[in-house]
């Protein structure tokens, strides 16, 4: 189960809705160390819940990290680090569990563990010559998952069914059967020419996207094969619609976002009842079985629960001056633990830096 949205075009987040694509890079200098906060420093969270956050290992030389991924039970969290200075585009792909630090070397530039289940079965990307390739690192080891023409990994439940995307346009959403490396296709809806997946429930529920070549509208693949768009929010004009996407499903719950001329907002999709809600939240990519959403409203990261109660999760820096922005990509099954990353400061030469980290809440 996803827990985290890690389409593989989207990389450093800028704001907690944009991300530097593919190769960009930052300059993170190792003279900033002496500079970023003290690990753990917390404000109190608005809610009345307490969260307490805390970062995530960082190898030796590297000072940029964000997650990827979490398992739904919160026991294993998967993140990347980011070489110090402008040097190149590889990525440092790790996996956190039971307090250790696995490095997880997946081929290729831009390197990325999109998503884990509770058995460290962890799935991902690398650019290899002229595209993405999906992988998967199970047992100890790296494999590569066959595409049409690339694509990437993006989404496992505990049952090892991984899914995803292939080929390079027209897109198209793919599942992979346990110890399968040749893909399924997802059936599209008449008229749809390509989407992806980004997530799967434990129940075999798929959401993503299905439409036009380079873009669609949220979709849902129900476990006995069948398919529906998920519906826009009422009162929003299709005109004024320039994203709109699902990233994740839990239960009877999946989450994504909207964003418009106007405004940009998450959105939580109850599919029991095929109803949908704008959110508080300004970006999410997170949601559990509770329907409790994980994301951001900005500048800090945050979660919203069924009720739409929000609770404001701690950074290392003040809010005022958080011109970045912090962002929970994941929340576990129980809701007692978020995962995301939060601005950490600038480096010497005023590039942003971020950290992975955790907030554990009571």
């Known amino acids: 189960m996803s827990h985290t949205k890690s389409n593989t075009n989207e990389q450093v987040p800028r704001r907690p809705r944009a ?4 190769g960009a890079m930052v300059a993170i ?4 160390a002496a500079t970023l906060p003290v690990q753990g420093a917390a404000a109190a969270p608005s809610g009345g819940e307490e969260c307490v956050l805390q970062e995530l290992p960082m190898p030796e030389g590297l000072y940029f990290s964000i997650v990827t991924g979490m398992s739904a039970d919160g026991s294993v969290i998967a993140y990347r680090a980011y070489p110090a200075g402008l040097d190149g585009d590889e990525r440092y792909p790790l996996l956190y569990e039971d307090g250790e630090v696995t490095e997880v070397p997946i081929p290729g530039l831009d390197q990325s563990l999109n998503d884990v289940n509770a058995d460290g079965l962890a799935v991902g990307s690398g650019w290899v010559g002229e595209g993405n390739l999906p ?14 023409d690339g694509g990437a990994a993006t989404g496992v439940n505990d049952d090892g069914v991984i899914v995803g995307t292939t080929g390079q346009g027209p897109f198209k959403p793919v599942k992979w059967l346990p110890g399968q490396v040749k893909p399924v296709e997802l059936p599209l809806p008449e008229g ?3 989407g992806g997946a980004t997530a799967i429930d434990e129940d075999g ?6 439409g036009g070549d380079f873009e669609g509208k949220p979709y849902v693949w129900h476990p006995d094969g069948t398919g529906e768009e998920l519906p826009l929010p009422e009162g929003i004009d299709p005109e004024t619609v320039a994203a709109f996407y699902a990233s994740d499903v839990a239960g009877d719950w999946a989450v994504g976002y909207l964003l418009t001329s106007d405004s940009e907002n998450a959105v939580r999709w109850n ?5 949908v809600e704008v959110l508080d939240l300004n970006y999410s990519v997170g949601i559990n079985e509770d329907g409790t959403a994980s ?7 945050a979660l919203q629960d069924e009720d739409g109660e929000l609770v404001e999760l701690p950074g290392l820096v003040d809010p005022a001056e958080n011109w970045f922005g912090d962002n929970a990509t994941s929340i576990s099954e129980d809701g007692e633990l978020a995962a995301g990353q939060v601005f950490a400061g600038e480096d010497e030469f005023g590039n942003h830096i971020l950290k992975a980290v955790t907030w554990e809440c009571d």
């Open 192 to 194: 749809a020419t390509g």
């Open 135 to 148: 992988y998967v690192f199970e047992d100890g080891e790296v494999r590569e998952l066959a595409a049409n």
């Open 29 to 32: 200098a190792a003279a900033a």
């Open 271 to 275: 599919l029991e009842d095929g109803t």
């Open 19 to 22: 991300f530097l694509a593919g």
């Open 295 to 301: 994301g951001s409203v900005d500048p800090v990261a």
């Open 205 to 210: 529920t798929i959401v993503g996207s299905a």
